[in-house]
């Protein structure tokens, strides 16, 4: 069956930087777009970022975009998630996720991996 | 940029209800709208996609409608297990969130 499974978080100091990776199992990881969403302690989700399959298609919310770097290692079945100059507002819970085409919508999702930024 | 707003932002119920969340969106997204079901602790769960279309696995007592502007997730008779926060999700211009209705007792 379907596992992602996230990992690469931690306690992290303001302005520093991060890699998040999320590991793909149980189905053609190449076939599959991927995202990354977030969740603040006691907020909602937010989207952060998807990569279609190739990488050929990347796209950003406008929150992080500059200082966040999404990308793939198909023959990994990988997917990071590159953070730089973190901020306190960037903790939280960063699932992977993967994409459905055409609908858009996010079927399976990994466990999260928390991050915490904090001096 | 597509705003999803979302009412009740929670709401309390008992079992056997029957609960109506709804999602408006800022500007028209056609059908790409998805619910989603997360519990505490955990990853949030694709209930329906395509405004309608019940994810495989998911009890039949949930159901989506809505096209355009306005969107309902419906669960016909409230169960134990569904206390939890539900999300709306529109995937026509890349991906907005809506804040989210906490369903508790």
């Known amino acids: 069956q379907v596992h992602l499974v996230e990992s690469g978080g931690g306690l992290v100091k303001p302005g520093g930087s991060l890699r998040l990776s999320c590991v793909a199992s149980?189905?053609?990881?190449?076939?599959?777009?991927m995202t990354w969403v977030r969740q603040a302690p006691g907020k909602g989700l937010e989207w952060l970022s998807y990569i279609s399959n190739t990488a050929v298609t990347i796209y950003y919310a406008d929150s992080v975009k500059g200082r966040f770097t999404i990308s793939r290692d198909n023959a990994k079945n990988s997917l990071y998630l590159d953070i730089d100059s973190l901020r306190a507002e960037d903790t939280a819970v960063y699932y992977c996720a993967r994409r459905v085409a055409i609908r858009g919508s996010f079927d399976y999702w990994g466990q999260g991996t928390l991050v915490t930024v904090s001096s | 940029d597509i705003q999803m707003t979302q009412s009740p932002s929670s709401l309390s119920a008992s079992v056997g209800d029957r609960v109506t969340i709804t999602c408006r969106a800022s500007?028209?997204?056609?059908?790409?709208l998805n619910w989603y079901q997360q519990k505490p602790g955990r990853a949030p769960k694709l209930l329906i996609y395509?405004?309608?279309t019940l994810e495989s696995g998911v009890p039949a007592r949930f159901s989506g409608s809505g096209s355009g502007t306005h969107f309902t997730l419906t669960i016909s008779s409230l169960q134990p297990e569904d206390f939890a926060t539900y999300y709306c999700q529109q995937t026509y211009t890349t991906v907005t969130f809506g804040g989210g209705t906490r369903v508790d007792i």
């Open positions: 149980g189905f053609t990881f190449s076939d599959y777009y």
């Open positions: 500007h028209s997204i056609s059908s790409f």
């Open positions: 395509a405004a309608s």
